[in-house]
């Protein structure tokens, strides 16, 4: 029964620390994504403003 506890709390910090990375690195992620759709969102009505044509959709599938 030993055994297994000390195995436990072996590992218990590596998951921790492991599950506190995953968190943070998805919320940077999405931070991200969301400031990238906010700023087309508004390049769009300011091209809009001034009577330009919609931009390219995005320079990497222009690419492709």
Do not use: C, Q
Request: net charge positive.
């Amino acid at each position: 029964m030993d055994y297994w506890v000390a195995a436990f709390w072996t590992i218990l910090p590596t998951l921790v620390v492991s599950a506190i990375f995953f968190f943070v690195l998805r919320s940077v992620i999405r931070a991200d994504r969301n400031e990238r759709r906010e700023y087309a969102r508004i390049d769009a009505e300011e091209r809009a403003k001034r009577g330009l044509p919609p931009a390219a959709s995005s320079p990497a599938s222009a690419d492709r």
